[in-house]
């Protein structure tokens, strides 16, 4: 689970962050802090999202403690903040409903009636324009047909007859010369996604499904047999004795994931196998002094999708 909030090489609590006159304050709103530190519970049933991870980084986000970069998720809240734009409700607009298939939980972002009396699914995305052109391309985003995909059958499921699949995508550096030399000369796409059969998407969630909670389950088992569970290093060990096999490629964007953006890493290389990321254990970022801000960026990282990837 998230438990610290890392910023300019410092740690601290989450649980201090979000207080009134927390160590975080002068870098970011109470608001946006909060957002951040409110995860879904594990609850035994995984989620399309969390199933579009890889199986290694899904199984330790739940069984690990971890820190995170607020001023990395930056793009992720605009989204969610976003979302908040979006909410409603109608006879002829159904937004952020929750709908299951074969035990995989997901909250699709809109559907909307269509002028023929079937329904269009949008899901809303922010992105750069790397990956929105590498979309346009067929290359590389074969998660967005996958999710769009599970959700359009947990809305058939529920009754709705869905003929039209699409992300409306803002492009978080839309309207720049790099997006424009990407071909991505525009600020908002709205994208068709490919509709994909049913069996294909169903046999792939649940390959999923079935990976992360076998693991899990493994570690259950470890959990009630061995002894001095209740030690951390302990715990820790079985954590990792039982782990899956490291993220495919496509799962950590060819390692540009494992190496900044993601949150487990420490983990994942204690853990070892992962071909993108050193084997050896590395050591926690040193404690440092939080600066001062100066009305300065609080953006600690840079965007992969502008690092011309
Ligand atoms: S470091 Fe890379 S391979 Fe390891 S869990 Fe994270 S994303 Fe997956």
Redesign the pocket.
Known sequence: MLKWFEYAGAKHLVSECVKVGGPLVNFFPLAYLRALAEEREWTGKPSCTQLLN?T??AY?NILCDYADDPSGAVFKMIGMFGHSFIELEDDDLKCEMKVEVAGITGKLDCLELLADGTWGLTDHKTSGSYKVAMFLKGEEVEDWHYQSNFYRIGAERAGYHVTQMRIFNAVRDGKTSIARQRGIPDATYYIDVDFIDDEKITAYFGMKRDALLNHLDGFYISQKTVANMEDPEVRLGEVYKNAPT??LGA??WN?R??KGY?G??EH??AIGG?E??SSSRTKAPKKTKTPKPKGVSTTGKKDPELEGF
Request: glycine share 10%; net charge positive.
């Open positions: 890889g290694r980084l330790l490291s993220c799962e950590c390692g994931r494992c993601c487990v890493s994942c290389k992962n993108f990321a």
